[in-house]
């Protein structure tokens, strides 16, 4: 196997072991990571949709929308429909938040760390 796939293999043998601090931060990296380097491992995103699915409102935002934005990218790979009661939530979290799409889109297009949501200004402010 390559090294994505060897890594995608761990993360998912190692995931119910996670605290929940690295659950929330550690499901959008990975898959934000993946994504970004256009690498579809289903096994991965299978497992990151089952553990984000209860945890949703407890990620941050860029969380929320760096998965939102990733699983979109893999709707050819994956099937349109195959993750799409995961998406389902992921917009109604996004709704929920109050996050239009445009900005949703910007936000989980960026790295992690890049991105600072500022909500008493209802903007983001991206760094360069």
């Given at each position: 196997?390559?090294?994505?796939?060897?890594?995608?293999?761990?993360?998912?043998?190692?995931?119910?072991?996670?605290?929940?601090?690295?659950?929330?931060?550690?499901?959008?990296?990975?898959?934000?990571?993946?994504?970004a380097a256009d690498i579809y491992e289903v096994e991965l995103m299978s497992m990151i949709s089952?553990?984000?699915?209860?945890?949703?409102?407890?990620?941050?935002?860029?969380?929320?929308?760096?998965?939102?934005?990733?699983?979109?990218?893999?709707?050819?790979?994956?099937?349109?429909?195959?993750?799409?009661?995961?998406?389902?939530?992921?917009?109604?979290?996004?709704?929920?938040?109050?996050?239009?799409?445009?900005?949703?889109?910007?936000?989980?297009?960026?790295?992690?760390?890049?991105?600072?949501?500022?909500?008493?200004?209802n903007a983001f402010d991206v760094k360069k």
């Amino acid at each position: 196997a390559d090294f994505a796939g060897e890594l995608a293999q761990e993360a998912v043998r190692q995931a119910p072991e996670w605290d929940a601090k690295m659950t929330n931060l550690g499901l959008p990296e990975l898959a934000w990571a993946f994504a970004a380097a256009d690498i579809y491992e289903v096994e991965l995103m299978s497992m990151i949709s089952e553990k984000g699915s209860s945890r949703l409102n407890m990620l941050n935002d860029w969380g929320v929308c760096s998965l939102s934005v990733s699983y979109r990218k893999f709707e050819p790979q994956s099937g349109k429909h195959h993750f799409q009661r995961f998406q389902t939530l992921l917009q109604t979290e996004i709704s929920r938040r109050k996050i239009c799409q445009k900005d949703a889109n910007e936000l989980g297009e960026k790295p992690p760390g890049q991105v600072t949501y500022l909500k008493r200004k209802n903007a983001f402010d991206v760094k360069k």
